[in-house]
């Protein structure tokens, strides 16, 4: 039996540099897969909202099929199924190198029908009243969304919306599937590369799992006072 | 190409080699794969994650304030909230392909036994389970109205008698769909397990996309399928619990 | 919140470092019986004691690289299977009762660190005999020879190692391939390729046919097997074709565990008795020969010792 050796397998060159590099790619997949989310998100909000049954009927299929769905499949879907139905139906390859975006379009998705189930009970929460009063205003419908309806539902699951986007960045470490290049890989796919090298696992292995407990506790901070400042405002404004 | 075979192998596996079956261990557990074997596993996990959620989620109680304890007790209570809360918040911020892999391939260098991928998959999901669980068993027992144990205390009713006949079923009626929501998201999430080798739904698919590239979004429609109609049936449950929730609190 | 973050760093910290507490002292335990004499067996024992006392084998075989370890119309299936099954059979006369195979599988990620910490007696599993693999635990002798090339689609022209240079190729997770490749390109003088990392064969070969690399590496059976059993034609008229050059040699061998020589010996004997019968050969012949999907010449490569007796 070899004996654990942390110096040698995570803080020696280069496996250290592969793990920061891992760590930044990690954040990067984090933060940019979590706006994509939330962008996602708020659109299909706005059409399960819609008054046309086209846009509702859209949105609300798209929250029960990938909510339904693991996120491990269906990144398999889309970094080997899509290039092929894409050569089938077009006739062309499709374009190289975007594994990365696949990626991200993959956790978007997955956490965009969450976020937007979640959004979605924040509107159904906020008082009709407050609508009717917007109206007697004589605020647009536009305005009262945006003035009175988001602002509202955002602070109400505020707390709701960070749990989900800590588990999206937790997600990211399902990027051990993706065939990206060496130097996109996040920190467990450093990992598994550096135990491919030494066939060790332990070492890199906890380091990965000290830093998502690390990103865990940082982001979870960060958003949590975030949120208890949302809803401070809520219970300010009661 | 013989589908039939192919879908008789994702969803309850394939015949598994004599010599790879181990005497040691449950033979279903072994010998059926595919589909069947993500409902097995997540069913365990449900059933092994329950107890230790539970047990996490009660010691991780808010301590009621007004009682009188001696010290000792008090200490021990404490302690135990410190140790469970500290567990659940570790085992909360990995991610469940980390948890799965260090499942994996921690136990025989740490402690020098070898688990067979099945029993490594139903461990660390009950693990995920029971930490989830204890959050919901714990905002469960929040939810009761603390003016109740004021009510049950001035009817005399002994405290046993009170959790089991009053805080438990109220407790309960408040976590369901919440516990469903739970189930759904164990049994996705073990398609993480086939990168261990656990011959659920998701390896056997990979294996079968192996022989049939040119099917390969084919057979994933199947897998991603035979994920979604389950999890929905479940998720539609838990929506109308949901409403019957709700309809009762405006009552 | 503050205390949870010191916590949990502190248990994960007492769960890294009880283990290195644990086997620091294990290790050098049996360094200081090695150093002693030759004689004296660590205390662990040998692995051929433990199969001795159990009448088992556990044996460590990969299960998705074909044709070594493969399933096949959902039946497992390769050439591993066949020669270890053979090989245990002849393993009976050197622990001196009929011994039971137990296959384990494992993975390119654990074929190696499970003989390592003995999870798994022997480890069949396309490994080549490489000396940062050799370091951490034994080969047998050799049992398949091959090397590394790449495969890349017909289509695309004909084209041998110096044109990949700066191209994007694709390579099996955890296997050697990174290093060599990168050694051998550096070695040329041409610019480094670009690596992705394939989770498995089949995975990378279907990126290959749709356009995502530019080739496709890692031993050449394995890929070729691999290509064919997708419904690829290989070959120089076909739809896949590999380079002519190769950049590494690839000898197989099982791996056992490091410094058991007891073990390692009766593995090799075994393997020895194997060739002498007939039976390697027929199964080479069954899984390389010309009818199958990926003949590979046996050529001068010989199994059986130099002396017997």
């Known amino acids: 039996m070899k004996s654990v050796d942390f110096a040698k397998y995570v803080f020696d060159e280069p496996y250290l540099g592969w793990l920061l590099r891992g760590v930044s790619m990690t954040l990067v997949m984090a933060v940019v897969s979590g706006i994509g989310a939330a962008i996602l998100g708020f659109w299909v909000l706005r059409g399960e909202l819609s008054r046309w049954r086209f846009f509702r009927t859209l949105g609300g299929a798209y929250v029960t099929v990938f909510r339904n769905v693991p996120i491990l499949p269906l990144l398999l879907l889309l970094m080997f199924g899509v290039p092929g139905v894409w050569l089938r139906w077009t006739g062309r390859e499709f374009p190289r190198d975007f594994e990365l975006v696949m990626l991200l379009v993959g956790l978007s998705l997955n956490t965009g029908a969450y976020l937007a189930e979640i959004l979605r009970a924040g509107v159904q929460a906020v008082s009709p009243l407050q609508l009717e009063a917007g109206r007697t205003l004589g605020l647009s419908p536009g305005a009262i969304r945006r003035k009175i309806v988001y602002p509202q539902a955002i602070r109400i699951v505020a707390p709701a919306l960070t749990s989900r986007l800590i588990h999206n960045t937790k997600n990211s470490t399902m990027a051990l599937i993706v065939p990206l290049p060496l130097h996109q890989l996040e920190v467990l796919g450093q990992a598994s590369r550096i135990a491919g090298e030494t066939f060790t696992w332990i070492e890199p292995l906890c380091f990965a799992a000290c830093v998502h407990l690390v990103l865990a506790l940082v982001f979870g901070q960060a958003l949590n006072r975030w949120a208890r400042g949302q809803q401070a405002r809520v219970e300010g404004a009661a | 190409m013989n589908w039939e075979t192919h879908l ?55 301590a009621p304030k007004e009682t009188r304890r001696t010290l000792l007790r008090r200490g021990v209570e404490g302690g135990a909230r410190l140790l469970a809360n500290g567990f659940v918040e570790g085992v909360r911020g990995l991610p469940i392909m980390l948890l799965v892999l260090l499942c994996y391939y921690l136990p025989y260098p740490v402690l020098g036994v070898r688990i067979p991928p099945f029993l490594v998959g139903i461990f660390a999901f009950s693990l995920y389970t029971g930490v989830y669980l204890s959050e919901i068993v714990r905002s469960g027992f929040r939810s009761i109205d603390p003016g109740l144990r004021y009510a049950g205390r001035t009817l005399g009713l002994p405290p046993r008698i009170f959790f089991f006949k009053v805080e438990l079923p109220l407790a309960l009626r408040a976590m369901k769909p919440d516990l469903i929501n739970l189930a759904i998201t164990v049994f996705k999430d073990t398609s993480t397990l086939a990168m261990v080798g656990v011959a659920e739904i998701t390896y056997i698919g990979r294996q079968t996309m192996a022989a049939h590239p040119k099917d390969y979004a084919l057979v994933l429609g199947v897998i991603l399928i035979s994920y979604w109609v389950p999890a929905t049936l479940l998720s539609l449950f838990a929506s109308r619990t949901e409403k019957a929730r709700f309809k009762m609190e405006t009552l | 919140m503050k205390n949870w973050f010191i916590l949990t760093l502190a248990a994960v910290m007492v769960l890294g470092c009880q283990p290195a507490a644990k086997e620091e002292t294990g290790s050098t335990e049996t360094s200081t019986t090695a150093s002693h004499g030759s004689e004296t067996k660590a205390p662990s024992g040998s692995v051929l004691d433990k199969v001795k006392s159990s009448g088992k084998v556990l044996i460590g075989i990969g299960q998705d690289a074909a044709p070594f370890g493969y399933r096949d119309n959902n039946e497992l299936v390769g050439f591993e299977f066949d020669l270890t099954r053979a090989m245990v059979k002849h393993l009976k006369d050197y622990v001196g009762k009929d011994v039971e195979i137990e296959f384990v599988p494992v993975t390119d990620e654990t074929r190696i660190s499970w003989v390592q910490s003995g999870e798994v007696d022997l480890s069949a599993c396309h490994t080549n005999n490489t000396r940062k693999r050799d370091e951490n635990i034994d080969f047998s002798i050799p049992y398949f020879w091959d090397g590394k ?161």
């Open chain 3, 149 to 309: 090339s790449v495969m890349y689609r017909v289509k695309d022209g004909p084209k041998d190692l110096k044109d990949f240079a700066g191209k994007t190729i694709g390579i099996k997770r955890s296997s050697s391939s990174e290093g060599e490749i990168k050694a051998y390109f550096e070695k040329q003088g041409w610019a480094a390729p670009v690596l992705k990392q394939y989770d498995n064969h089949a995975a990378g070969i279907q990126a290959l046919m749709d356009g995502q690399v530019d080739g496709f590496t890692d031993d050449s059976a394995i890929i070729i097997n691999t290509a064919v059993l997708a419904g690829n034609k290989v070959g120089a008229t076909g739809d896949l074709v590999t380079t002519p050059t190769k950049y590494s040699n690839a000898y197989f061998g099982l791996g056992v565990r490091e410094n058991d020589s007891d073990w390692r010996d009766a593995v090799n004997y075994a393997l020895h008795d194997l060739w002498l019968s007939g039976e390697y050969q027929q199964i080479y012949e069954k899984w390389f020969g010309p009818n199958s999907n990926c003949p590979v010449p046996l050529g001068n490569n010989r199994m059986e010792p130099f002396v017997k007796g």
């Open chain 2, 8 to 62: 008789r192998g994702l969803m309850l596996g394939y015949p598994p080699l004599p010599e790879s079956v181990n005497r040691d261990y449950p033979a279903f557990l072994q010998t059926t794969g595919g589909l069947a074997l993500t409902l097995l596993i997540t069913f365990f996990s449900l059933i092994f994650g329950g107890a230790l959620g539970t047990l996490l989620g009660l010691l991780r109680r808010d």
